[in-house]
């Protein structure tokens, strides 16, 4: 079992930034990627990015060149640098990580992001 904690969400003006930080605890070594979802009311739940042990990301089409994500292996954390915000980006934030050849998510309790004036 992985433990997944964020932090890092708050209010933002539109255009503005945030960066959102996960951190891991418990059976670390199973990890292979980590990544982050994103959900608001009323909505489907949203892959926003990923990034493997080997550090290839990946991202969904609405954040891509906006969005960055990033992982530090010696601090078992990953980051999502979030930029040019827009009201649109307004969810709860959840970092999930995985095994290999796993479709099994472990995930975070969320972090909340809102973006508006």
């Known amino acids: 079992q992985v433990q997944l904690v964020e932090s890092g969400g708050g209010l933002v003006q539109p255009g503005g930034s945030l960066r959102l930080s996960c951190s891991a605890s418990?059976?670390?070594?199973?990890?292979?990627?980590m990544g982050w979802y994103r959900q608001a009311p009323g909505t489907k739940r949203e892959r926003v990015a990923g990034?493997?042990?080997?550090?290839?990301?990946n991202y969904g089409d609405s954040v891509k060149g906006r969005f960055t994500i990033s992982r530090d292996g010696a601090k078992n954390t990953v980051y999502l640098q979030m930029n040019d915000l827009k009201p649109e980006d307004t969810a709860t934030y959840y970092c999930v990580s995985t095994e290999e050849y796993s479709d099994h998510l472990d995930w975070g309790q969320g972090t909340q992001v809102t973006v508006s004036s």
């Open positions: 418990g059976n670390i070594s199973s990890i292979y990627a």
């Open positions: 990034i493997t042990n080997d550090g290839r990301a």
